[in-house]
């Protein structure tokens, strides 16, 4: 087909979307002797495959039928449940008539796309924040207003009337955020959530990594502050790293007049979630295996993302800032202000080394082009030393 | 959540959500008692619980961790490559990267809606059509226009250049469409593809119910007959209607610059869809499998469709028409003018059956209020003839 030629129209959301420049780069990183810190893979190491084979095992034995039926909309009523009850021991008072299933917490924010945002609606966003929020959100044409960050998360003195007025919500993502892997500490999340409900602004609290916390003690949800603050807390959370990323399943967690209408659009999306795959899960998290799973998966994730400080603290200069999460996945590296970090990636892929770029990760906001993101989970050790010794020294040469 | 006292703000298109009277109606007919012709379900006979069971061992057993992984946003390669191979076989000219994976055809519709609709965007739809599509489109806040239809189907003559003015695409069910049952005979197919080549009209074939032929002979696709006349056809298939829905899997046949589109939707929009689903699909259908098991599927359809057939000419009243469908699940009635089916449900209900009224399926035009869709694929004979009689007993009371 030859664009010159096309007289039919495309939407004007349609229109907007370009192939990301990164996202090309980042093609290259696919092969195997590239050492790529780009990723957001969650380690294969970590997926419980022969508990998910039995669960799925006995589900197509004992309930083949339902299990390939289509189901309700709002998802499997006990996985619901389990979800409402895991939710009621981190003390929040939920029931499962307030959780809806979803295909991966990604599609919820597609969702709350169609929900909230009207062309031109000012939502609030992290500066830095996760880039498939944005690129979701951004399909329904809102004006992102970027919300300040620094080494606590986000700043609730900046929820100014000014910056807050007529925004549809605030996203949020408290724990070992996606890029920064910074955690929102107890007082900004209550004065988070007390600030919110004084605005009536909806929170969008996204957890995919609160479970994965390796260092710190855990602290309350923004779900159960804000119900108790008496704000509109919506929360997002995923199996896709507590059990495994391929099975697409997540879950939204909100007061009942939002998830009513999160049921229809979720209906006019994709009519429901796999029910072979919620009730597999199900079956394989309601014998409490988690509880045992977990902090398996925990000591994984801690001992790569203590490769990769040690490595940083030997290899990288002393003009370079970066975070020490508490949980998670990533590490997010503050170079001096001069070194361009797209620049910095195509001179490390020519030495087979990767990381993302951390301009795209803001919104709303002039991007601070001397960051970038590291995930250090799916790396072997070795690698991990030998890719952080490359950017240094490549980020040695650039420091003036 | 009391809404009066809300004040943040949903989108326009949440805020024209309603709940659907119908929908509420309809809860009333899960219950046993109710012989209900309402459904949209497939035979839970025709499941290949055996096959699916080994063919999710076999991947959770051979490739464990890559099934449970992230995958790519176009689909699992493999499976890409099986859909347009079958395809070709069809006479379509079909490459593997002309295809997406998606959750469910009704995934498409939302994709779809995504691409090429803004608010106020012309789209012609038959009337009636398929509810879903109407759902799906209707969040993007589109302009319907009705393209009218008669037993051969939708009329290509109608689609004059004032009808299709700034129209975005046509949305076409060609085979036993989904409410009426009914097939767009190959002179029609001709000239819709020729007319849409002229046009620069891209056309939308959703063919969920094709391999569920039981009587007559195959037409050629809209696809192949498009191509072939320079027309831009987007095809969408499922396997819920030949494998089993509560999979959710489907797929996208379209020219390459749209299917570019349309992958970068679908990352913003769910990521991908589940990669061990699609290879166990995959490990299901590339052994030849449904080439044994859509002929007994097929058997099975054409039985239940002969019981209704047969009750209908026994039971409804001389002033009643109803479609002769040669293949899936639907057959529409159409009574006197004066008989609503809204109200006819009501009494239905109140002796334990139940149907879909036609009315909500028409767009963009005044429905007709005397018209249903009966499904037939769930229901035993027995419960077929009785409740066939019980809908002829109360129209026959209506007659004038």
Redesign the interface.
């Known amino acids: 087909?030859d664009?010159s030629t096309?007289?039919?129209?495309?939407?004007?959301?349609?229109e907007n979307?370009t192939?990301s420049a990164i996202r090309e780069i980042l093609k290259i990183t696919e092969r195997p002797e590239v050492i790529s810190f780009a990723g957001?893979?969650?380690s294969?190491k970590g997926?419980p495959?022969a508990e998910?084979?039995a669960a799925?095992?006995r589900v197509?034995?004992d309930q083949?039928?339902?299990?390939?039926?289509?189901?309700p909309t709002e998802g499997y009523a006990p996985l619901r449940e389990w979800v409402a009850e895991d939710l009621r021991r981190t003390g929040a008072d939920v029931s499962a008539d307030e959780v809806l299933i979803v295909?991966?917490s990604?599609?919820a924010l597609?969702m709350l796309g169609?929900?909230?945002?009207?062309?031109g609606?000012p939502v609030l966003v992290e500066a830095p924040s996760y880039l498939?929020a944005l690129?979701?959100f951004?399909?329904?044409e809102p004006r992102f207003v970027s919300t300040p960050t620094d080494d606590r998360g986000l700043i609730p003195e900046a929820l100014t009337d000014e910056r807050t007025a007529g925004a549809?919500?605030i996203y949020v993502l408290p724990n070992f955020q996606n890029p920064t892997g910074l955690t929102l500490d107890l007082a900004r999340r209550k004065a988070l959530v007390e600030r919110c409900a004084q605005l009536?602004?909806?929170i969008i609290e996204d957890d995919p990594y609160g479970e994965l916390r390796y260092s710190g003690e855990p602290l309350p949800g923004l779900l159960g502050l804000g119900r108790a603050a008496g704000a509109?807390v919506i929360r997002l959370g995923t199996f896709s790293k507590v059990?495994?990323?391929?099975?697409?399943l997540g879950y939204v967690v909100a007061?009942?007049?939002?998830i009513?209408?999160l049921v229809?659009?979720k209906?006019?999306?994709?009519?429901?979630?796999?029910?072979?795959?919620q009730m597999a899960v199900y079956e394989a998290v309601s014998t409490g295996f988690l509880d045992t799973h977990l902090p398996k998966v925990r000591e994984l994730y801690k001992q790569q993302c203590a490769y990769m400080l040690d490595a940083l603290a030997q290899h990288f200069p002393k003009s370079v800032q970066w975070t020490r999460p508490e949980g998670g996945m990533f590490i997010w590296v503050t170079m001096p202000d001069h070194i361009n970090s797209q620049e910095l990636l195509r001179a490390a892929i020519d030495e087979y080394v990767a990381f993302v770029p951390g301009a795209p990760f803001f919104a709303g906001v002039e991007p601070q082009h001397n960051t970038m993101r590291l995930s250090f989970v799916t790396v072997p050790e070795d690698r991990i030393r030998a890719g952080v010794a490359t950017l240094g020294r490549l980020i040695g040469q650039r420091e003036r």
Chains 1, 2 share one sequence.
């Open positions: 087909m664009m096309r007289r039919y129209a495309f939407s004007q959301r349609a979307l192939s957001g893979l969650p294969p997926f495959v998910l084979k799925f095992d197509l034995q083949g039928t339902v299990a390939l039926q289509y189901g295909s991966g990604q599609q597609d169609k929900l909230y945002i009207d062309a609606s498939g690129q979701s951004s399909l329904f549809r919500f009536d602004l909806p509109t059990l495994a990323p391929g099975l697409r007061p009942r007049e939002i009513s209408k229809q659009i209906q006019a999306t994709d009519l429901h979630t796999a029910s072979l795959t």
